[in-house]
């Protein structure tokens, strides 16, 4: 737990949790208003606590991540 941010780039493709079965990946927990008092970077994901979904930031706004 904590606020210390971590980011790093990614050139190709990166396995987190070496492969392993029970590897996750936890996002950084925001609501509407925290989410929206972050300087939102392109590509930054975070889990919105207010609508139990993740959200990404398009380089203008946050979006919605969806799965159609």
Same mark, same amino acid.
């Given at each position: 737990?904590?606020?210390?941010?971590?980011?790093? &780039?990614? @050139? +190709?493709? /990166?396995?987190?949790?070496?492969?392993?079965?029970?590897?996750?990946?936890?996002f950084p927990r925001h609501n509407n208003t925290?989410?929206? &008092?972050? @300087? +939102?970077? /392109?590509?930054?994901?975070?889990?919105?606590?207010?609508?139990?979904?993740?959200?990404?930031?398009?380089?203008?706004?946050?979006?919605?991540v969806s799965v159609d």
């Open positions: 737990t904590g606020s210390n941010p971590i980011a790093f &780039a990614v @050139t +190709g493709s /990166a396995d987190i949790g070496g492969g392993a079965a029970d590897a996750y990946i936890i925290t989410r929206d &008092a972050l @300087t +939102g970077v /392109a590509g930054m994901v975070i889990y919105n606590t207010q609508t139990n979904k993740l959200n990404y930031h398009n380089g203008s706004g946050w979006q919605v």
